[in-house]
């Protein structure tokens, strides 16, 4: 189908196995080294704050990924003490821009709140690219971890430019495993970064 606008001997089917053969570089070429963090869409403009996290609401948070990328552990950094537990995990985002649905990839663990610093917990998975991870955030009790200052945008909904953050979904949730799906009924300014190590 491309051979009308090539010359010189080049057929439409030797450019459509070049692209074929570029995207499958792209897709397994790695884009991480292991023991790097992926981080989510907003994990790249300083995390020099701290975000609360107040108990009984799940809090969302997007991220992509560009290659086949196989992670070893998720991290959370308590900035400021809960006597309590967070529940994290990973979703896929399956909403339309209105309706900003989730179904549930794993629910990884319950990390201790009762002391500051980096909370770990191992979690062995590929993620694929083209999909819009959530890493997930569900605690009994308040605290904060650490996060970041400058986000945008990227569920949609304004009318106009940006001009506010919207960093992560939320919504009511009483802690608990965390919910196979749900339709999240609002978006939050602030909310701790979660990292995932790379394998």
Do not use: C
Not at 74 to 93: F, H, K, P, Q, S
Not at 107 to 122: E, F, M, N, P, R
């Amino acid at each position: 189908m491309h051979g009308g606008f090539f010359t010189g001997g080049v057929t439409g089917t030797q450019v459509d196995t070049a692209i074929a053969a570029a995207v499958a570089s792209l897709r397994t070429t790695p884009k991480l080294k292991a023991g790097q963090r992926l981080g989510h869409m907003h994990a790249y403009g300083g995390s020099t704050a701290a975000s609360p996290v107040s108990a009984n609401f799940i809090y969302a948070l997007p991220f992509a990924v560009f290659s086949p990328t196989s992670v070893s552990a998720i991290e959370l950094n308590v900035t400021t003490l809960g006597a309590g537990l967070a529940r994290v995990g990973v979703g896929t985002l399956n909403g339309d821009g209105s309706a900003w649905g989730m179904t549930l990839v794993s629910d990884i663990a319950a990390l201790d709140l009762s002391s500051t610093g980096v909370k770990s917990s191992a979690f062995v998975y590929e993620f694929q690219p083209g999909v819009i991870y959530l890493a997930l955030l569900l605690a009994n009790v308040g605290f904060s971890g650490t996060t970041v200052v400058n986000s945008r945008d990227l569920f949609g909904g304004n009318s106009g430019a940006n001009t506010g953050a919207r960093l992560a979904l939320t919504v009511v949730q009483a802690y608990a495993a965390l919910p196979a799906s749900t339709t999240f009924s609002a978006t939050n300014p602030q909310a701790p970064l979660l990292h995932f190590v790379v394998a």
